[in-house]
């Protein structure tokens, strides 16, 4: 079963792209609803009931970077320990060093579309989340001009991100 997101999708706050993302549909059976005698109001699989189980992503995500709830809680929970942990630094070495960062790197690649949600939602003021997606991506698409340049270093990786399937 897919989940097909419509062009209103991109239009949403996102925070709610990222819920989106994470949802998870309840497990069909694989026969149509017919077939089992229910209707597709009854079919979680036929009517896009959200369930809780199973795992999701939007159509074109490629199925290795599914998101569950538990990875976009446990991202949350990392983030906000990393801020805490971190501080007030400019140093990225130092930023990246927190046990918590390593951790979101950790979660490899189920932690990309989380992390291009997120500098999506910082806006003009990217965080240092540059590092932690060049290592788990194994990619830099980061003109040399304009590295040092947050807003433009966002915004290549999540020009890249789309193009690759990993945000809509």
Do not use: H
């Amino acid at each position: 079963m897919n989940l097909t997101i419509n062009a209103n999708f991109t239009t949403l706050p996102v925070t709610i792209q990222v819920l989106a993302i994470c949802v998870c549909l309840c497990v069909s059976t694989g026969a149509p609803a017919a077939e089992r005698g229910a209707t597709p109001e009854q079919d979680p699989a036929e009517s896009n009931t959200v369930g809780t189980t199973g795992i999701v992503a939007p159509s074109g995500v490629p199925a290795d970077i599914l998101v569950s709830i538990e990875d976009w809680k446990k991202f949350r929970r990392l983030v906000a320990q990393w801020r805490t942990e971190r501080g007030a630094t400019s140093s990225i070495t130092v930023a990246a060093m927190c046990d918590a960062y390593q951790r979101i790197i950790g979660m490899g690649l189920p932690a990309i579309p989380l992390i291009i949600a997120e500098l999506r939602s910082e806006g003009d003021e990217p965080d240092q989340w540059f590092w932690a997606l060049q290592t788990v991506s194994g990619i830099d698409p980061v003109a040399v001009e304009d590295r040092g340049n947050f807003p433009r270093m966002a915004n290549s990786w999540i020009a890249w991100a789309e193009k690759a399937g990993y945000a809509g």
